[in-house]
């Protein structure tokens, strides 16, 4: 148990309006000692810095979108909140740039860059309530990913608080002046490990003059396979083609059939050339009701289910859903990243590591993105992965484990 002397170090390094109640920062039933939500960078430099001294845990977050991702903490004494970094510092809309705070919500932004017909191109699970700089420290992607770049590709630059209380900055803010290394690449998908990103530069792109989405029903899920994989390699206007098992199907609102979704994004020409193309592979094709990809990174994002997701071999992305479907999951899978994802109201160890085997068995990998504490402590949620190397990076840049203690690997 940290001693109060320690904790209350920390309430002289920061303001005294930016401390907040401990009660509505719990994870995994247990609360933090303290709370805090700074307004500027610097204040976030002074209390990793007071952190870091006082070899106390610090926990930032955002939206609290991805709290079930990742080990279990092994220490959870400060919740550093990130929402009041909410400034865009930096727009140049005739440069396609920006550069904004990350506590700042994804649908913020949007809301921003749309009245100037832009958008940020990503999709994140599970909804535009991500923060900027959880959606960068979890890097998980939606439907999107394989036919638009990821965040990471997107990310130009940004700026980060260490544990030992330094604002470091990598990229840049333009496209032309991105230099040096490209350490802010390596905090995304880190969880926090490293430092806590206050600040991030990313490329835009125009908004699409047309959607559309079309559900094009299957006899079987293999035949809904070889439906998305001639579509894929169609040259659509496509901006998501996913493989939904029939349950997956109902569950967001559409008839109770192998399906494949697809989502066309481009100019009225190119869309409807798509359209016609779709409707001459499969008849039934037509326009679903309702909001069918909003349902469905609302499953992918579910805090309180397991859910799994698979990377394979586009080739067998049939083959995971039906290794997922025979866990007891609801399945679906993005043709294009050969992301499946499994969500099921609760899954065991062993089948979790039944699932990664299947995954891993076609060079592919299986991480459990959210599940109980208690399962994601009997199984590793990301599986083998680099641990010397990671172990040498918390060691160089958070040396006293001041962020995040275990979150991302066993021991880190």
Not at 104 to 118: D, N, S, V, W
Not at 279 to 290: I, L, S
Not at 314 to 331: K, N, Q, T, Y
């Amino acid at each position: 148990m940290t001693s109060p002397t320690r904790l209350e170090s920390l309430r002289h390094a920061v303001p005294s309006d930016v401390e907040r109640s401990p009660s509505g920062f719990g994870i995994d039933a247990v609360e933090p000692a303290l709370a805090f939500s700074p307004d500027d960078r610097n204040e976030v430099a002074a209390l990793l810095r007071a952190a870091d001294e006082a070899g106390v845990v610090v926990v930032p977050q955002g939206g609290r979108t991805a709290l079930s991702l990742g080990r279990p903490l092994q220490r959870y004494d400060v919740a550093l909140e990130t929402r009041g970094l909410q400034r865009i510092v930096e727009y140049v809309p005739d440069d396609l740039t920006l550069t904004v705070e990350a506590g700042i919500h994804l649908e913020a932004l949007q809301q921003t860059l749309r009245e100037h017909g832009q958008y940020l191109p990503i999709d994140p699970p599970p909804d535009d309530h991500v923060s900027i700089g959880g959606l960068l420290a979890t890097a998980r992607s939606g439907a999107w990913r394989g036919h638009l770049p990821a965040a990471r590709d997107l990310l130009l630059g940004a700026v980060v608080a260490s544990p030992t209380g330094q604002l470091e900055s990598s990229g840049g803010r333009v496209v032309k002046n991105v230099t040096g290394y490209d350490m802010h690449r390596m905090h995304t998908g880190a969880l926090g490990a490293f430092g806590v990103i206050v600040e991030a530069s990313f490329k835009v792109a125009p908004l699409p003059p047309v959607t559309r989405t079309l559900a094009a029903r299957a006899d079987t899920i293999a035949e809904a396979g070889a439906l998305a994989m001639r579509l894929w390699n169609a040259s659509l206007a496509a901006r998501a083609i996913s493989i939904l098992a029939p349950e997956t199907a109902e569950r967001i609102g559409l008839e109770a059939s192998p399906t494949v979704l697809i989502e066309l994004a481009g100019l009225e020409v190119s869309v409807d050339r798509s359209t016609q193309i779709i409707r001459e592979a499969n008849p039934r094709a037509d326009e679903p009701a309702g909001t069918p990809w909003e349902r469905l990174r609302r499953l992918h994002g579910d805090r309180v289910a397991a859910v799994v997701r698979f990377g394979v071999p586009s080739s067998d992305v049939i083959g995971a859903i039906e290794a997922a479907r025979g866990a007891g999951c609801i399945a679906w899978g993005h043709i294009a990243s050969g992301a499946v994802i499994g969500h099921a109201p609760s899954l065991d160890a062993a089948s979790v590591q039944r699932l990664r085997a299947h995954a891993t068995e076609r060079g592919g990998f299986l991480q459990l993105e959210s599940g109980s504490r208690g399962l994601r402590a009997a199984v590793d949620p990301f599986g083998p992965g680099e641990v010397d190397l990671v172990r040498s990076l918390k060691a160089r840049f958070d040396a006293r484990g001041t962020l995040n203690r275990g979150r991302w690997m066993e021991g880190v």
